[in-house]
């Protein structure tokens, strides 16, 4: 039987849906297991699972493989990306956040299950551009979460990055401030309280490094 399999030639080939799916099974007790190579096959190849039987397991091996390599991959921030015919824009001024979009993005970057909702509070239509500058919708809670499914994984992979290391720099900055106003350095036990206390800066750094860790992405 020949067997037509459509293997990713990049992220962009790869949604947040499929991601979200091999997630739930990329679990400690299918780790390395066939079961989870065919349903890698299977969700990021459009294969269904019986037919993947019918894949040499060297290719299976290859395919597995390939698709790993992409996933670790470490892109710069994409600002603007298209869906659906729909030109979509990165918060062009963090500094303008609001708090409803502050609070929603700290709750949805907990894990990859909600990362759709996240992506709907840090990607939004555009309304205008010129050049590179350009104006984006204001927030509107849900209205995008389900568009958000189909989002490339590459722009999924690059938002995360970049604000890991947005929060980095905050908690860097955070304690700097704090040694400056005390005027002395501050003991071991006083960095784990202030860590600990970083509300948002803080937990939001801790779900991003678990995600890019279970993803092999380096957190230098």
């Given at each position: 039987?020949?067997?037509?399999?459509?293997?990713?030639?990049?992220?962009?080939?790869?949604?947040?849906?499929?991601?979200?799916?091999?997630?739930?099974?990329?679990?400690?007790?299918?780790?390395?297991?066939?079961?989870?190579?065919q349903k890698m096959v299977e969700?990021?190849?459009?294969?269904?699972?019986?037919l993947t039987r019918e894949i040499?397991?060297?290719?299976?091996?290859?395919?597995?493989?390939?698709?790993?390599?992409?996933?670790?991959?470490?892109?710069?921030?994409?600002?603007?990306?298209?869906?659906?015919?729909?030109?979509?824009?990165?918060?062009?001024?963090?500094?303008?956040?609001?708090?409803?979009?502050?609070?929603?993005?700290?709750?949805?970057?907990?894990?990859?299950?909600?990362?759709?909702?996240?992506?709907?509070?840090?990607?939004?239509?555009?309304?205008?551009?010129?050049?590179?500058?350009?104006?984006?919708?204001?927030y509107k809670g849900s209205v995008?979460?389900?568009?958000?499914?189909?989002?490339?994984?590459?722009?999924?992979?690059?938002?995360?990055?970049?604000?890991?290391?947005?929060?980095?720099?905050?908690?860097?900055?955070?304690?700097?401030?704090?040694?400056?106003?005390?005027?002395?350095?501050?003991?071991?036990?006083?960095?784990?309280?202030?860590?600990?206390?970083?509300?948002?800066?803080?937990?939001?750094?801790?779900?991003?490094?678990?995600?890019?860790?279970?993803?092999?992405?380096?957190?230098?």
């Open positions: 039987m020949k067997l037509h399999i459509n293997i990713p030639d990049s992220l962009s080939d790869i949604t947040l849906e499929q991601y979200q799916k091999f997630d739930k099974l990329n679990t400690k007790e299918n780790e390395g297991t066939v079961f989870l190579m969700i990021f190849c459009w294969v269904p699972l019986d040499k397991y060297n290719d299976l091996i290859s395919i597995v493989e390939h698709i790993n390599n992409l996933i670790t991959k470490e892109p710069e921030l994409i600002t603007t990306f298209l869906l659906n015919g729909k030109e979509y824009g990165f918060i062009p001024n963090l500094d303008n956040i609001t708090l409803g979009e502050y609070i929603d993005l700290d709750n949805y970057l907990g894990g990859w299950e909600n990362m759709h909702k996240a992506m709907s509070v840090m990607y939004r239509p555009i309304t205008l551009k010129k050049d590179n500058r350009y104006i984006i919708e204001d995008y979460q389900e568009q958000m499914l189909k989002c490339p994984l590459d722009v999924v992979i690059s938002a995360m990055v970049f604000f890991y290391h947005l929060n980095k720099e905050l908690l860097s900055y955070t304690l700097k401030y704090l040694k400056q106003e005390i005027g002395e350095n501050l003991s071991v036990d006083q960095i784990k309280t202030l860590e600990r206390n970083g509300v948002g800066i803080n937990q939001s750094l801790s779900s991003l490094t678990t995600i890019l860790k279970d993803l092999n992405i380096s957190q230098n």
